[in-house]
């Protein structure tokens, strides 16, 4: 399973942070403050969980804000941050991204963020290399596929499963792979 999201280091005070990108405005909802988010996570309910969002503004500004409300209205997010109080504030953000610290998403158990399967190392079972992941295609339907450049350069692309990649190591930047030969063939 992956958790979309784009991720980024910020110097956040005295320390790096990671921050994930999980929504961006598109527009004012109603006349006091309140913002539809296009969601940029796989299930936008993770919404309801998020005390505090950052705001990347138009000129890659972070502006901490405390959530304040979240409702879903037609597959997007309706939100109310602290400190935007009109339509005017609201419309002022259009276009911005909204981010979080990595600290208030917890993955589940084979869970992995799209950011952190970028650029992994694949390797078969005979531990050859086989390539790197250059790019995750998540509008291919009810499954995720990797595209993988192949150490000719070439790309390969394959549904992320766990029968064809059984273990990976974020840390090391390594996933194991048993791709079927089709694959290298089309």
Not at 73 to 85: A, D, N, R, S
Request: proline residues 2%; negative net charge.
């Amino acid at each position: 399973m992956i958790r979309a999201s784009e991720s980024f280091f910020y110097i956040l005070g005295n320390k790096m942070e990671r921050l994930l990108t999980v929504g961006k405005i598109t527009r004012a909802h109603g006349i006091c403050g309140e913002m539809r988010v296009m969601p940029m996570v796989d299930d936008a309910e993770q919404f309801f969980s998020f005390k505090t969002v950052y705001i990347q503004d138009k000129d890659k500004k972070l502006h901490k804000k405390n959530v304040q409300n979240v409702r879903l209205h037609k597959k997007m997010v309706l939100l109310i941050l602290e400190g935007i109080k009109s339509r005017n504030d609201a419309e002022a953000l259009i276009n911005s991204e909204i981010l979080i610290d990595r600290s208030q998403d917890q993955l589940e158990h084979d869970e992995v963020y799209i950011a952190d399967l970028i650029g992994i190392q694949v390797f078969d079972k005979n531990n050859n290399k086989i390539g790197k992941i250059a790019d995750v295609l998540t509008n291919t339907g009810a499954i995720d596929t990797l595209e993988i450049q192949l150490e000719n350069g070439k790309n390969i692309y394959v549904p992320f499963r766990k029968c064809y990649f059984y273990q990976w190591d974020l840390d090391q930047g390594t996933m194991a792979a048993d791709i079927p030969e089709d694959f290298f063939d089309l």
